[in-house]
């Protein structure tokens, strides 16, 4: 059976996501057994400097979760690489 995608979850995830990392990317998406996210900086907005920390790469290669149940969401699925990318932020603009 195929799950259906709660679009109003999902939208509310987007803009969380939009409120707490402005100007950063992200991408989510499915199939019959995991639900997808993955986010990162832009360079052309104000966190474009976490791409350039020479001391780590973790911003480049972004932040990604792939959930393996079909019983997962794309809005859950979004709000973990959110909260992985805010975590990660954190330690960098305590420095």
């Not at 019959?32 to 993955?38: E, K, L, N, W, Y």
């Not at 001391?55 to 992985?84: C, I, M, W």
Request: with cysteine.
């Amino acid at each position: 059976m195929t799950q259906t995608t709660d679009t109003a979850d999902l939208a509310l995830a987007i803009q969380e996501f939009e409120a707490a990392l402005p100007g950063w990317w992200f991408s989510v998406g499915k199939c019959s057994i995991t639900r997808d996210a993955s986010c990162g900086p832009d360079l052309a907005y104000a966190d474009a400097w976490l791409l350039k920390l020479p001391e780590t790469r973790v911003f480049d290669e972004g932040f990604k979760l792939t959930h393996y149940h079909p019983d997962g969401s794309l809005a859950s699925s979004l709000r973990n690489v959110t909260k992985q990318a805010l975590e990660e932020k954190a330690k960098w603009n305590k420095q």
